[in-house]
């Protein structure tokens, strides 16, 4: 049986479904498309997200509705989903993320992210309405990479997680040249803004700082990494969906790279606070790779994309909405905890 939670409706143009819909990249997609007159189905394993990580918040005069369903368990009650709304574009965010945690429990990783996943696209092949799926993957999977990595890069995956990625992706690419599956695949640096998980390392350092914890830096915080807000990431997603070729990657990156010490020193300023006096060294995360260098000409070249809010600017984003909605984030957990 499928239950939805429905919100208003109003006459819209295109029709989306977002899987994974309770993501942080996902919610601001369906954001993004609301905005932008779109019919939305959202499609997450959990209940509804909180509506402190929800930007579109109960909007008046959209045409959203929510799914609980598990692409794990339901694929039927999704493809139902698909023949009666008859989407236009569907965009799957669903994934196991945490790299150091797919050491864990690898094969929940290979589950969700890869076989779940074939499962799907390959019974949507018969779905002729689709015009385009976009997959959305991670730099992950060209490994510890050094230089400016195009989308011609070879995959080098060093985790389960990477792994379980890069097979997803290779087979919808093999599905684009055998079927013509109409696929595009994003791989994005780091994003980042409003509304983040609160085990991640933005918004847990703000919390921490607010709170008069110490943060800890694994390895010194040597580890680089391109930072790029969310609604830089969410623009390029959606404006690739209808002008992106079938059987391509595009990146979704900044070009600028920072260290995660350099990082917390940025939010310490931020906050005047000394950096010395929050920060604690602890070990190198497992197996982690060390930079990213995405080179986004490929995205810029077709669309015009750039993106548009620099880091400063988007530290203080989040700073104001941890101000604005501490009381319901101090009582949630910090922590990443995983679901089979």
Not at 101 to 114: D, L, V
Not at 197 to 223: A, C, M
Request: neutral net charge.
């Amino acid at each position: 049986m499928l239950t939805a939670v429905l919100y208003n409706q109003s006459n819209m143009n295109g029709r989306l479904i977002v899987i994974g819909s309770n993501s942080f990249s996902g919610s601001h997609l369906i954001d993004y498309a609301l905005k932008n007159n779109n019919k939305v189905i959202g499609i997450s394993r959990s209940g509804e997200i909180h509506e402190v990580f929800r930007p579109y918040g109960t909007r008046p005069g959209t045409d959203y509705k929510f799914y609980s369903l598990d692409l794990n368990h339901h694929l039927t009650d999704i493809l139902e989903l698909v023949d009666t709304f008859k989407p236009e574009y569907i965009f799957n965010f669903a994934a196991q993320g945490m790299v150091e945690e797919s050491w864990k429990n690898p094969e929940h990783w290979y589950r969700t992210n890869f076989i779940s996943a074939v499962e799907l696209h390959n019974a949507l092949l018969k779905r002729k309405f689709l015009r385009r799926f976009i997959q959305v993957s991670t730099p992950e999977v060209y490994g510890n990479s050094s230089g400016n990595l195009t989308e011609d890069n070879c995959c080098k995956p060093s985790t389960p997680y990477a792994v379980s990625k890069a097979a997803c992706d290779l087979s919808l690419l093999a599905y684009n040249k055998k079927y013509g599956f109409p696929v595009l695949i994003t791989r994005a640096a780091n994003v980042y803004g409003p509304g983040q998980q609160l085990f991640r390392v933005i918004p847990k350092t703000i919390l921490n700082i607010k709170e008069h914890r110490k943060v800890p830096l694994h390895g010194g915080g040597r580890v680089r990494r391109s930072f790029i807000h969310i609604e830089d990431v969410v623009r390029a997603t959606y404006e690739l969906a209808e002008k992106g070729v079938p059987g391509e990657i595009y990146h979704i990156a900044s070009q600028n790279l920072i260290s995660i010490r350099e990082l917390v020193e940025r939010i310490c300023s931020r906050l005047d606070v000394d950096f010395e006096s929050y920060v604690e060294q602890s070990n190198e995360r497992d197996r982690q790779d060390n930079e990213y260098r995405l080179d986004s000409s490929k995205l810029g070249n077709l669309t015009g994309w750039k993106d548009a809010i620099d880091l400063d600017t988007g530290l203080d984003q989040v700073i104001d909405w941890i101000n604005r909605n501490y009381e319901v984030l101090a009582k949630m957990p910090r922590e990443y905890i995983h679901k089979e």
